[in-house]
């Protein structure tokens, strides 16, 4: 079955030029020159995941993101303008999987587009039935679910993946580099504050729900823990 790829972006040529690219790898490609057209999209149709431009006309790109990570787990790859870091960590920080500057290599963007996908259906179709139980977190790595006291937490697949890192290993102290480098599979980079914006969003999403009982705990001076 085809993957259905939702493009959302103002400028037409390149929904176009990315159309040519997904379709000739045998995805399906759906385009939106708004965010309140990919919104429309998304609900009447099966999309696996979003191409999504930053500034777009009545609705911005972090809005939709927003709303789409209030009801689904999608992968979002972000496509902005421009290239200062705090536009990548408001993306980050609305729930984006993945991020790129424009202009941008479109056989970069296929690869970055694979991964997500991959990982996607990993989580989703495993037959490894990992359950992990942190304090009243509950990880189903199974069902790529996270729940406190059956209330599910909406988290992004890169944040799923640090906080199953963290709980599977249970009392070890892992540092920002082995953090990115495990779960970007990327070298880390000095300044790279990705690891940060994503550990804040996880516990702000955790907290919403475990009454103020401690989950991820920061080891000053050098990276962060699940205690057992």
């Not at 587009?113 to 990982?119: C, F, I, S, Y």
């Not at 890169?158 to 970007?184: A, C, H, M, P």
Request: with cysteine; aromatic share 8%; hydrophobic share 40%.
């Amino acid at each position: 079955m085809k993957n259905n790829i939702l493009v959302a972006d103002d400028e037409k040529e390149i929904r176009d030029l990315l159309e040519i690219y997904l379709v000739n790898e045998g995805y399906k490609v759906f385009k939106a020159s708004n965010g309140l057209e990919a919104l429309d999209i998304l609900k009447n149709q099966d999309i696996q995941l979003l191409v999504l431009d930053v500034m777009m006309p009545k609705l911005d790109g972090m809005e939709v993101c927003k709303i789409v990570r209030e009801k689904r787990n999608i992968p979002i790859l972000m496509l902005s303008a421009k290239s200062e870091d705090m536009d990548k960590i408001q993306g980050i920080m609305t729930g984006a999987d993945d991020y790129m500057t424009k202009p941008f290599n479109p056989l970069e963007l296929i690869v970055r587009v694979k991964a997500l996908l991959r990982r996607s259906y990993y989580f989703n179709n495993t037959n490894n039935l990992d359950l992990i139980k942190v304090g009243p977190l509950s990880i189903d790595k199974t069902k790529h679910k996270v729940c406190i006291e059956n209330e599910e937490i909406n988290l992004t697949s890169r944040e799923f993946d640090i906080l199953y890192l963290l709980s599977k290993n249970k009392g070890r102290v892992f540092s920002t580099e082995e953090i990115f480098e495990k779960v970007w599979k990327e070298d880390y980079y000095q300044s790279n504050n990705t690891v940060m914006v994503h550990m804040s969003r996880i516990r702000e999403k955790i907290n919403r729900y475990s009454k103020g009982e401690k989950i991820i705990h920061t080891v000053w001076g050098a990276g962060y823990k699940i205690e057992n």
